[in-house]
């Protein structure tokens, strides 16, 4: 990595990692309104320094970890989830530095696929059993979603002849059961409500989190939201032609979808993915190929 690529990729961290934090803030005011109360408001002008508060808290934070803590299989776990947010932040910054990949979206997919290895690794190195059971929770859904997830991906690229920066816009007119399917695809590959399997805080404790504090903790937490910020720019720029606009809208919707639906029952979400999910997925790969045959 040369000096340019490496200038290129802290620009991008700082960038999304300030973007992060007030994305944290705000999702807290926004699910405190929902439940008619007040978010933080104390830290600064209406608690607009209450992430960066939080941060300084937990990186105060000590914990002594015995020998039935944590083994070294969580603390890769850790470094595969850290990998992973850079990779993906360093695709966010060059795409708007100009440079172009040929491959991006299937770099997206392969991030996606790590990511479920991180997770594994971190319940299952805690020697904790709320943690494994979260783990093989999210292991297993992680198998189930991949293959309607890259069914989706496959799509675009039958669509847009290119798996590389995807330049036509508003794909949402011409394919928005593709725009639904991904939303859905996105809000399990996050982890995030109703699909919120890998921390399951009224059954599972606080799922893979809960074994983890200080620094460790702050890499968990801040590369789930890191990875929501990419596939909200992914998603704008696939379907809507890359409006900032469009990126905090989609947000917002992992914001609400958590504030208003309830989780997914585990035995239903695998039932409805296998069954339904990947035989529709392949159906419309194979409709969409059809009809771009026919066309061209």
Not at 86 to 114: E, H, N, Q, W
Not at 140 to 151: K, P
Request: glycine share 8%; net charge neutral.
């Amino acid at each position: 990595m040369n000096i340019w690529n490496f200038l290129v990729w802290l620009e991008g961290l700082l960038v999304v990692l300030f973007l992060v934090a007030f994305f944290i803030l705000s999702e807290r005011k926004v699910l405190g309104y929902i439940q008619l109360r007040k978010g933080p408001n104390k830290v600064g002008l209406v608690g607009l320094f209450q992430s960066f508060a939080d941060f300084i808290k937990l990186l105060s934070k000590y914990k002594t970890d015995g020998y039935t803590v944590h083994s070294w299989f969580s603390w890769f776990g850790c470094a595969i989830l850290l990998i992973c947010s850079s990779i993906g932040v360093f695709i966010y910054a060059s795409d708007c530095g100009g440079l172009y990949y040929k491959f991006m979206m299937l770099y997206i997919l392969i991030l996606s696929t790590f990511t479920g290895y991180g997770l594994l690794m971190l319940g299952w190195g805690s020697w904790n059993k709320y943690s494994l059971i979260s783990a093989v929770r999210v292991a297993f859904a992680s198998i189930s979603f991949e293959a309607t997830f890259m069914c989706l991906v496959l799509v675009l690229g039958v669509i847009y002849n290119d798996y590389g920066n995807l330049d036509i816009t508003y794909l949402i007119v011409i394919a928005p059961l593709n725009y639904f399917a991904w939303s859905v695809s996105l809000l399990a590959e996050s982890n995030r409500s109703p699909f919120d399997y890998g921390e399951s805080e009224s059954e599972l404790v606080s799922g893979l989190n809960t074994e983890y504090s200080g620094l460790s903790f702050i890499v968990i937490f801040a590369f789930e939201y890191v990875m929501m910020f990419i596939s909200s720019w992914i998603t704008s720029i696939v379907f809507y032609g890359s409006y900032i606009g469009l990126i905090i809208f989609h947000l917002f919707l992992f914001i609400w979808v958590r504030g208003t639906f309830p989780r997914v029952r585990y035995d239903y979400y695998v039932a409805v993915v296998w069954k339904y999910g990947l035989v529709v997925s392949l159906i419309y790969l194979l409709s969409c190929y059809g009809l771009i045959i026919i066309i061209s």
